[in-house]
């Protein structure tokens, strides 16, 4: 599903129009970033719960030179669906 799609099955499902529906995911999408910019979770009851990680750093190498190279420690975004939405699934 694209996000055209989502936008057409959101406003046929509120009876708003595309570009309201886009708007509104649009909002969604961005208050999520945002809060995960500042390292707090964003659960969704009957959906799931997005959260921040943290990765150690690693030794890798590099891909043009195959040098070694230290992998700084970073934060990635995570996704943790619900019970819910599991069983909607299977």
């Known amino acids: 599903m694209t996000r055209a799609?989502?936008?057409a099955?959101?406003?046929a499902?509120?009876?708003?129009t595309?570009?309201?529906s886009?708007?509104?995911?649009?909002?969604?999408?961005?208050?999520?970033?945002?809060?995960?910019k500042r390292g707090q979770t964003v659960?969704?009851?009957?959906?799931?719960?997005?959260?921040?990680?943290?990765?150690?750093?690693?030794?890798g190498k590099n891909?043009?030179?195959?040098?070694?190279?230290v992998v700084a420690a970073g934060r990635t975004p995570r996704f943790k669906p619900s019970k819910e939405l599991k069983r909607a699934i299977r």
């Open 43 to 59: 659960p969704l009851v009957g959906f799931g719960t997005f959260s921040v990680g943290r990765r150690k750093p690693r030794r």
């Open 13 to 16: 499902a509120s009876g708003w």
């Open 5 to 7: 799609d989502l936008v």
């Open 63 to 69: 891909p043009r030179t195959g040098q070694p190279m």
């Open 18 to 20: 595309k570009a309201a």
């Open 22 to 36: 886009d708007r509104a995911l649009r909002a969604l999408l961005a208050s999520i970033k945002t809060s995960l």
């Open 9 to 11: 099955s959101m406003a």
